[in-house]
């Protein structure tokens, strides 16, 4: 069995030919992808009503994450079930190119809340240029 068709099956899902070239494509990359880029990739032969009903379904078993970013299209990074960097970090967002990536926390974040407040999760992005872009101005 294919490693990806572990990971979709370890989520509790049946393996679909979509769920294997979404997860593969997820998880080659190193920075979010937006629906629109999911779809782009995986061709015209995926409606967006299916791929949309996938990524929430894989967010919902811990497959992917949502990233925070401040534009209106919401982005997707795959979550290592070796690394689990999915818990608490951070995401890095380049000015120049959009891309997004997620960062490891050097340090747990600690929040303290008011009495009765129930913490569901903790974004923080930081901005800057990436080493590609920062790459391509210093040439």
């Excluded at 409606?47 to 982005?75: C, E, M, W």
């Excluded at 979550?79 to 120049?96: M, Q, T, W």
């Amino acid at each position: 069995m294919a490693p990806v068709d572990n990971i979709i099956k370890s989520a509790g899902l049946k393996v679909t030919e979509i769920r294997r070239k979404m997860i593969l494509l997820l998880a080659s990359t190193d920075i979010a992808l937006s629906h629109a880029d999911i779809q782009e990739e995986l061709g015209s032969g995926y409606d967006k009503v299916t791929i949309y009903r996938n990524l929430h379904t894989f967010i919902k078993k811990g497959v992917l994450h949502q990233v925070p970013n401040d534009s209106r299209s919401a982005k997707y990074a795959f979550v290592n079930p070796e690394d689990k960097i999915c818990g608490a970090h951070a995401h890095f967002i380049c000015e120049k190119c959009g891309n997004t990536y997620c960062l490891e926390m050097l340090q747990k974040t600690k929040v303290e809340l008011p009495e009765k407040f129930t913490l569901h999760t903790i974004s923080i992005v930081a901005e800057g240029v990436c080493s590609m872009c920062d790459k391509n101005e210093s040439n």
